[in-house]
């Protein structure tokens, strides 16, 4: 089990950064077909994904491929490259869509229908696209869109190996006994510090010098947060009283399991590198 889990994060990670690379259209295909997989393991983890429910499903996936369609095309003509907006306006639509479904339809669907879905399609495909966004930051989108990954899979990595390391020795403390037992304080401290240490490494590769301690920063609060996204992924599981989302990636379950970290980290990523003095005009 060991080596497929660890040939599937190769694999994974290959694809990962071969399509950061290129950006543009091919990074917002690869992220279309990410978010259109994970909406669908998260539609059926809450109980929509049913014949009953088929059009509310439609409804998401139309404004799933409709996010990475607008993003697409503004990579193509480098119009508002880093604009937000396209994003939030496609958000709205599609929970107006919805909602007039639900009238349409009504009584046939219920709000407790509904509502699962606009959660879903915020939760996966919107925050996904962050992704895409970043990657479009004007000067230094290329180089931004990898401190995503930095501080999610590179924040898993370290907090796995401090975790696995203070078990041996010093011992560990359980950090989160009801959700995920296996996580422990030690491990968590260690995913920061190992994320911002990371990053400052990044950071002086990729920005400069001067920007170590802030990439660094970055790197650590998107750890913090990568976490958040991880045990708020668990926390789904537990409520609904699955195992994995899917079995698409060998060794690692669903998209959602690999990405549930990157799905919290991506906004915060962006976000940051708009904050924080000096890198962006």
């Known amino acids: 089990m060991f080596w497929i889990r660890l040939a599937s994060s190769a694999v994974i990670v290959i694809v990962m950064a071969a399509s950061l690379k290129l950006g543009g259209v091919v990074l917002n295909i690869l992220l279309c077909l990410v978010s259109v997989e994970g909406l669908r393991e998260m539609l059926k983890a809450v109980g929509v994904h049913k014949r009953e429910n088929r059009a509310l499903e439609a409804v ?4 799933t491929v409709a996010v990475y369609v607008v993003l697409a095309a503004q990579s193509c003509m480098e119009y508002l490259t880093d604009d937000v907006t396209a994003v939030y306006g496609v958000l709205i639509f599609t929970v107006i869509l919805l909602l007039a479904v639900y009238v349409v339809r009504f009584p046939f669907y219920h709000a407790s229908e509904i509502i ?15 992704i895409s966004l970043t990657s479009a930051i004007p000067g230094i989108g290329h180089k931004a869109v990898w401190l995503i990954f930095v501080s999610a899979w590179g924040s898993d990595t370290c907090a796995y190996c401090v975790g696995l390391l203070t078990g041996k020795t010093i011992g560990n403390h359980q950090a989160f006994p009801k959700l995920s037992p296996h996580k422990s304080i030690e491990g968590c401290v260690g995913g920061i510090v190992g994320a911002a240490l990371l990053g400052a490494l990044f950071g002086i590769l990729l920005f ?54 990157v799905i919290f980290t991506a906004p915060c990523v962006y976000f940051l590198m708009y904050l924080l003095p000096g890198f962006t005009l």
Not at 60 to 63: C, P, Q, R, V
Not at 116 to 125: E, I, N
């Open 60 to 63: 998401a996936f139309l404004g």
């Open 116 to 130: 699962p879905v606009v959660f879903a399609f915020v939760y996966v495909p919107v925050m996904l696209s962050f």
């Open 208 to 261: 400069g010098e001067e920007y170590a301690a802030g990439v660094a920063f970055v790197c650590g609060i998107g750890s913090v947060i990568s976490q958040c996204g991880d045990l708020a992924a668990s926390a789904i599981k537990r409520d609904f009283d699955i195992k994995d989302y899917g079995k698409l990636i060998p060794g690692h379950g669903g998209i959602l399991d690999r990405f549930d970290s």
